[in-house]
């Protein structure tokens, strides 16, 4: 008999932080994380996030979601294939997401919760993540970049960052022109030879604004730029974007759904595509459309900024869809980080090694961030 799912547990935590992250959108005060474990029948478990970096209390919305709408319909469902899970309840919460209008928040649920089926069936099958997507050899390490830089103390974090193993780096922009020049070119004069540097506007221009700033940037020969205008534009500003850089365009964090990614990678103005595993899709949809953006010759760079479980999970997928693609490892103060995710790889010349247990190959300390739970719930069959 088929296992079924018993258990969801949802973990809420927030921490302040003394440094923002600061976005051309606003701020990011405090960092918080929403866990998710599962149990099935017989016995085994997996761990999964939910998105919620930002805004910061999103992360309280989407706890109550899982308890409300998610867990009454997820619990007792046959969980051996994670896919399937994922596709049934998607459509079984489809009328509740356009009744409610909580269309993100219950993605980014059903995300969490595909997260954390993979990473119970990896358990199961004693196998890696990466290894149960893809079986063979695949790489066990992957590029990393240090992302999150606040333009202010880019310079700074750049050198935390070198000193832990970095040799990529993207600051944000979107602050005023003469201001983002300025803080590119004080970067670039101390970038080794063999260093990246790219950028991320957070959607904050309008188009008349990008057609200026996108080329001048490019000017700096950036690895990428990205998110320019809002995620939303219609193709020809794409298209246009891409004509006036020459340095590739980047995104995709804020795109959901095979059919409008299908149209990102179809319109290839996007030479890097970006989905967020625990914003839309989870394992099993950001698998699928990160294939097909390498198959049509575009970069997959999997977009992350929460805990080590999404970060784990990110560098299983980019390791098993292979390309020239690069992991976002967010540096910023974030104490939440690395003790949800043990043990914690260490970026070592560029290249983050990947967990060598089953399933995402991590644990939680849970007892070890115990002072920044804020909530817990327990669901079971």
Not at 359 to 377: Q, T
């Amino acid at each position: 008999m088929a296992a079924t799912l018993t258990r969801i547990e949802t973990f809420l935590y927030r921490a302040e932080v003394h440094e923002p992250v600061k976005t051309s959108f606003g701020s990011i005060p405090r960092r918080s994380v929403l866990l998710l474990r599962v149990e099935d029948s017989d016995g085994a478990h997996g761990w999964g996030e939910i998105w919620c970096n930002f805004p910061p209390f999103s992360a309280d919305n989407k706890a109550r979601l899982v308890e409300t709408v998610i867990a009454p319909v997820a619990l007792g469902v046959e969980c051996h294939d994670p896919k399937a899970v994922w596709h049934a309840l998607s459509a079984k919460t489809r009328r509740w997401a356009i009744q409610s209008g909580e269309y993100g928040p219950i993605a980014a649920c059903l995300a969490g919760l595909d997260l954390a089926l993979w990473d119970m069936a990896g358990r199961k099958a004693k196998l890696p993540l990466r290894a149960l997507l893809v079986p063979g050899d695949v790489p066990e390490t992957v590029p990393a970049y240090a992302s999150g830089l606040n333009p202010d103390s880019a310079l700074e974090t750049i050198d935390r960052a070198r000193a832990a193993g970095f040799n990529a780096f993207k600051v944000k922009v979107a602050f005023g022109l003469a201001r983002d020049l300025a803080v590119l070119d004080a970067i670039n004069k101390e970038l080794a030879r063999d260093e990246r540097l790219m950028v991320d506007a957070n959607q904050g221009w309008d188009m008349p604004e990008a057609r200026i700033a996108v080329p001048r940037m490019a000017e700096r020969e950036l690895g990428w730029i990205e998110e320019p205008i809002p995620a939303d534009s219609p193709a020809e500003d794409w298209a246009e974007l891409a004509m006036l850089s020459s340095s590739p365009i980047a995104g995709g964090e804020n795109v959901a759904g095979f059919a409008d990614f299908s149209r990102l990678i179809a319109q290839r103005s996007h030479k890097v595509v970006q989905p967020d595993v625990l914003k839309w899709g989870g394992i099993t949809g950001c698998f699928a459309v990160a294939r097909q953006a390498v198959a049509n010759g575009l970069t997959y760079c999997p977009h992350w900024l929460g805990s080590g479980i999404g970060l784990s999970a990110s560098a299983h997928l980019l390791s098993a869809v292979g390309g020239d693609g690069i992991l976002e490892h967010d540096v910023m103060e974030n104490p939440l980080r690395e003790p949800l995710a043990l043990p914690f790889p260490r970026v070592r010349d560029g290249r983050f090694p990947l967990p060598q247990g089953a399933g995402l190959g991590v644990e939680p300390d849970i007892a070890g961030v115990s002072r920044w739970l804020l909530d817990r719930k327990d669901h079971r069959k």
